[in-house]
């Protein structure tokens, strides 16, 4: 779910300063570029110099100053706390109950974590991350930038699989499905239950984010559609009262994306055993928790509810009413929740379908992406030619490396003089056909995988699912 940054080839020197040095990795030397552009010494890169790349470059100052100003209002105007409080702490506590309602007031906290969770991701990507990929001896610019957003992905699920892990375990639907429809609908919810529920949709919020504004990849649309999908079955989930079913279906989802991530990060230390293990838990895990267990939950959503809610409105009370003219509408079926979370709510045939078709889609996308793996895997355990992991872009990137240093070395010599400037990877349209400089040979790397067995054909998806998935030791160099 996040982009891959600019690396950089060419002959000025790193500068020595961290904080420049950081800059440049996570955002392609944006600002270096413009800083050059100005002066003259290079052209300028309108790819890098667009809405996005500035977005992108700022996203700690973007995420963080509306924080601040926020908090320093709040403390600053009493009278306006009932306002900004939203923002800091759940909305429609119940005293008497000690459970949190289910209200529209509940989009600014999911606001603030949106934010919060831009500033914290970016903030630990550029100050903590890449610092220690570059201490494991992660080599590659790009690539510290991919093992920090992997590192990053592995924090973040890993902690929310816990908190998921501890509230599923003292739930009453613990390892019995069936219970996750016997008191529906629950309109009050305990405090660190809908702390969990607004903080995993905020998250997915951003994800959406995050794919646009920085560099896209092959599996741009996969990806939007998958967290898209997500993000709607969170906010119905959540307006209609079916949190218990939707924290189960988060848990299963998050424990692939805790491993996932570890594997990756494995690859680009080097761990090449670690990762093929890694991999394999990775692999077994997803069938386990995304088509088994995950189909069992969406077999519970058809037949359970036959057995535990009767079709009808729920008025405030929760007590089975006549259906209100005003809702025949199947569209208003769905949305009445969210118009009037206090009023009634309706389980109909329309509401029911509306979440298994939804669940399916999601099943349906899972099962496409976990097809593509096991093609990949089967060439893999077939044997064939060795090709280089890496996506496209990235084989470009080191041809072009080489034909720059080449280049620079001719320019010492009796041939013509090259362009001292920095080449950020993104300012070259790597589609187009590219000439090298006079004298300078291209070359490809022929690496084995870490499995020792190597893949066949000719590179294009392939490559790119062996470099998001798989954990072949070339692309971490």
Known sequence: MSGEKNGQVGTTPVSQHPREEVDSEMN???RTELRRSRNGRCPKKPAQLGMRACIESHQITLA?????????????????????????????????????????????????????LTGLRAATMTYLLIPFARWAGVKKRKARVRFAEQAWLFLYDASMFSLGMYIFYHSDYWLNLREMWTTWPDRKLEGVMKRYYLIQFAFWLQQIVVVNIEERRKDYHQMLTHHIITCFLVLTSYGHHFTKVGHVILCLMEVVDVILPLAKMLKYM???????????????????ARHVLYMMVVYSTYRDTKETIPFGCFDKDNQVSEQPAQVTDSFLQVVQPFISPDSFICWTHNVKWTFLT????????????????????W?????????DSRSEDEAEDDALELDVDLGDKRSHGAGPPTLDCEVGVDGVDVRAKTRPLPGARRYRKMTASATGVTLPGHHSDRKELLGRIGCDKSIGE
């Open 358 to 377: 939804m669940l399916l889609a999601l099943q349906a996308l899972t099962l496409i992406w976990f097809g593509m793996i096991m093609r990949v895997a």
């Open 379 to 387: 060439r893999i355990v077939k044997g064939g030619k060795a090709e």
């Open 270 to 288: 080097h761990f090449e055993v670690a990762c093929d293990v890694a991999f394999g838990v990775f692999m077994g895990t997803w069938v386990v």
């Open 28 to 30: 392609g030397d944006v």
């Open 64 to 116: 963080f100053v509306p924080l601040l100003a926020l908090v320093i209002l709040h403390f600053s105007y009493p009278e306006l706390q009932h306002r900004t409080r939203k923002f800091f702490r759940l909305s429609y506590h119940d005293p008497i109950l000690d459970k949190y309602a289910v209200g529209a007031d509940d989009t600014f906290i999911v606001i603030h974590w949106i934010f919060l």
